[in-house]
């Protein structure tokens, strides 16, 4: 088992910034991949970001591109999402979570483990 806990979430103007992080714990050995996606109350829960274990590789939604940045810290088990530039339609819930097989980042239903979540809301 792998237990999640997301951290960094708030409220922030347009053009703002937040970093969000994911501490990871129990058996994060057999993890493959962490991913970022978000959820509005209502609507399917939608893909931000993907990074693979080493670090080496990096995926991203159209939306988030050359604002968003994930990065991990294997040494703190941790990873983070720096969101830059912030709109209103990024107002979500965002979940973090954790892959133990490969490919296919962008869809949920690869994911094994997720974390309760954290609201991030944008004013404009």
């Known amino acids: 088992q792998v237990q999640l806990v997301e951290s960094g979430g708030g409220l922030v103007q347009a053009g703002g910034s937040l970093r969000l992080s994911c501490a990871a714990s129990?058996?994060?050995?057999?993890?493959?991949?962490m991913g970022w996606f978000r959820q509005v109350s209502g609507t399917e829960r939608e893909f931000v970001a993907a990074?693979?274990?080493?670090?080496?590789?990096?995926y991203y939604a159209d939306s988030v591109k050359g604002r968003f940045t994930i990065s991990r810290d294997n040494g703190k088990n941790t990873v983070y999402l720096q969101m830059n530039f912030l709109k209103p339609e990024d107002t979500a819930v965002y979940y973090c979570?954790?892959?133990?097989?490969?490919?296919?980042?962008?869809?949920?239903?690869?994911?094994?483990?997720w974390g309760q979540g954290t609201q991030v809301t944008v004013s404009s």
């Open positions: 129990g058996r994060t050995a057999s993890t493959n991949a």
């Open positions: 990074i693979n274990w080493s670090g080496t590789s990096t």
């Open positions: 979570a954790a892959a133990n097989s490969r490919g296919g980042y962008t869809k949920s239903s690869r994911y094994d483990y």
